[in-house]
């Protein structure tokens, strides 16, 4: 039996239940016991916001920040140098020279692993921790934990920021619960909120002031909406109960000064924009410091997709293409990366000088790495084996190397870890019990283990 209210009971071993249960959590981290007990400063936290950031296309592991410069391979050397960072022993490619500044900031996971080599697969694999299934639609991370650690109203606890968009550029836009970004079966009233393209927050209507509609004047609105829904109470179902959740949600935000002014990075001064880069992955770093500033518990920033049709000018080809290099390899990171450089750096760089660092989870994430021979077209194809994740903040020990690949970055040999591993990892250090919550509700697999060694 346990007692109510506050009071503590103690098993035999005197141990409490609380106890039990954070242990619990710390187990999903991948710690054992004995690690675990030592880990007390790096308990988890229902408190902790996690930003993401997600390079759409498969970002080069052994160009960017795993980089093998003695490879017997010249293809996997690559045409970039190495830099030292600020962290001895870590280097990065020439052409993150910013990011190479905050290394003691992270920490690099070079033991990424999975067998789904197909951008849509990979995306809602490591997105939601399930391999695509047709019979059942897996949400992201950021709608679980939206739903099971709710962050401030009235903004929505999960937003994404740009879209993704398929590994085709010529293709339509995913619907958001088939790609991993979603609620999926959890039910769309767990949607995260959209918000598709930064450089347009000044057209949306509903975070401009009008004159024309006074605030009791949109009171009434919502009567009459609540009048006209009132017929079909009788049938509940998911899409109605989703649309009432939807339309409140909705409407807190409508008629909220402080959700407004969340979207606003006009309001930030110029010259830490222009720090972030006045480009649309720069503003969208910005944007996602912003709501996780105002309370937002998940924000995901997309290195944004999009179609042809919807490119303006040549230089879009490259600000708003995914990492996506089977063609002209080199010469597409050497307009990629300092754009990447400029908008992480400054991200890890504003939130540490802001504090936000200790509550926040930033996490840097691509749906798989590239492979090390240079095809004929100059390009470098599709390679799930390996590829690198980055992580800061949350308390986590960093300006450290955790896993380790091989001599031309194409096979795990320490410290693989899938996105099953990751998502564990994530939601653990977030406070969520994984072993028992999570798998109840079919949210994690069976095995609740993280990532090996990440908290050191």
Known sequence: ??????????????????????????GALGLSLPQALRAEELRPS????????????????????????EAPMADARGEFKPIETNVSGIQMCELLPGLAKQADKLTILRGASHHEGEHDNAMQFVLSGYHPSLGKVYPNVGAVLGRYNPGKPPLPSAIHVGTPGLGNPMAPPAEPDQRGIGAGFMGAANNPFMVKDVEKLSEMDWLRPSAAILPGQLDRRRSLMKALDRFQQGVETEGMNAHDASYQRAFSMVTSNE???????????????ERYGLHEFGQS??????????????????????????????????????????????????????????GLSTLL????????????????????GRAAKVNPDGGRDHWP?????????????????????????????????GPEALLNSIYGLCGLDVPVTLRQAGLVRDSSEGIPDLLG
């Open 1 to 26: 039996m346990f007692g109510a209210g506050s009071q503590i009971i103690r098993d035999c071993g005197g141990v409490s239940r609380r106890e039990v249960i954070r242990v619990g959590a710390l």
């Open 285 to 342: 770093c910005l944007l996602g410091r912003r709501l996780i500033e105002a309370g937002v518990r998940y924000a995901q920033v997309n290195w944004s997709a999009r179609g042809w049709d919807q490119i303006t000018k040549k230089d879009d080809l490259f600000t708003r293409s995914t990492f996506d290099s089977h063609f002209g390899h080199f010469p597409w990171l050497r307009r990629q990366l300092p754009r990447l450089d400029q």
């Open 385 to 417: 084996q390996a590829y690198s994740v980055l992580m800061a903040g949350a308390g986590l020990p960093s300006g450290r190397i955790v896993g380790a690949t091989d001599a031309i970055g194409q096979e795990v040999t320490m410290g693989k870890f």
């Open 259 to 273: 959700a407004k002014r969340a979207f606003k990075v006009e309001e930030e001064p110029i010259a830490l924009r």
């Open 46 to 69: 229902n408190d902790l916001s996690v930003l993401l950031v997600f390079l759409r296309g498969g970002v080069a592991q052994m160009d960017t920040w795993d980089m093998k410069p």
């Open 349 to 368: 760089a504003d939130m540490g000088e802001r504090g936000m660092l200790k509550k926040t989870l930033v996490v840097v994430l691509t749906e798989f």
